[in-house]
């Protein structure tokens, strides 16, 4: 029943970002999904209930479900994101989370730079070091060289989250670092339209080392102007991959 309320709960959770049902509109009714997707019931109510869950629909007795207006979605949760990444409005979706995400790290930047600890600054080395050695894998990869290519792109990407993690733990504001911590998650689902192989060691590499740097000196300005200028950067790769985008589909 756990791999069919799955299957079932993808398929409605894709339906539902491309506007099959638009908010407002009811689902149909229990049976009737369950007849459609020949799976019974009791599937058919952990889908619902699901969806629930991610504030996708609301459930009255007696009434039914109704979809919920966009607003009300849960878009940290991996399978809306993975859902709404693959729609019209995926694009929307990425450029809030690139503003959520710089209004929030540079605070925690500038904070990091005043609170961390030496432990702190050892996570951030560590993290920034596996970036830059999953760069070259990268690089040596797309040249013929040894290793291989997924591997290194999924490992720059973990090492990536960890040093932005690791500078919301340093700034030791436990309120701020669970709100980044289901973000980083999401982006990660997110990586592929904001990567750019190409520029992480002419780019991407020295404005992480910039970010640590300013923290490690306790430069809480610095650290704050280091983590905006990347995170800047971040939003010119989502501007390049809309702009593509909207050539494709014309």
């Known amino acids: 029943m756990a791999r069919l309320h799955r299957d079932l709960l993808a398929v409605m959770i894709d339906q539902l970002a491309s506007g099959v049902y638009p908010p407002g509109s009811p689902l149909p009714r229990e049976v009737d999904l369950a007849e459609r997707f020949e799976v019974s019931r009791g599937v058919v109510r952990e889908c ?3 969806l629930e869950e991610r504030d996708l629909i609301k459930v009255k007795h007696g009434r039914g479900a109704t979809v919920q207006p966009e607003s009300a979605w849960n878009v940290l949760d991996p399978d809306v994101l993975r859902a709404l990444l693959a729609s019209q409005a995926g694009g929307d979706v990425l450029r809030e989370y690139v503003e959520c995400r ?3 790290e540079v605070e925690a930047a500038g904070l990091a730079a005043v609170r961390a600890t030496d432990d702190h600054i050892a996570r951030l080395r560590e993290a920034l070091d596996e ?3 999953a760069a070259k894998g990268v690089r040596e990869a797309e040249a013929g060289g040894a290793g291989g290519l997924p ?3 999924e490992q720059f990407h973990r090492a990536d989250i960890r040093f932005h993690q690791a500078v919301a733990d340093a700034a030791g504001n436990r309120a701020l670092a669970h709100m980044l911590r289901p973000l980083d998650q999401a982006l990660l689902i997110a990586r592929l339209p904001l990567a750019r192989p190409q520029a992480r060691e002419r ?3 020295p404005e ?3 970010i640590l740097n300013a923290i490690a ?3 809480a300005a610095a650290a704050g102007r280091a983590m ?5 950067t971040v939003e010119g790769y989502l501007d390049e991959y809309l702009a593509g985008r909207r050539t494709v589909l014309r």
């Open 48 to 50: 619902l209930r699901a």
């Open 102 to 104: 710089r209004g929030l």
């Open 131 to 133: 970036m830059t050695q």
């Open 151 to 153: 591997d290194a792109e």
């Open 203 to 205: 780019r991407g590499i």
């Open 208 to 210: 992480h080392q910039r």
């Open 217 to 219: 000196a306790g430069d």
């Open 228 to 232: 905006g200028a990347h995170l800047k």
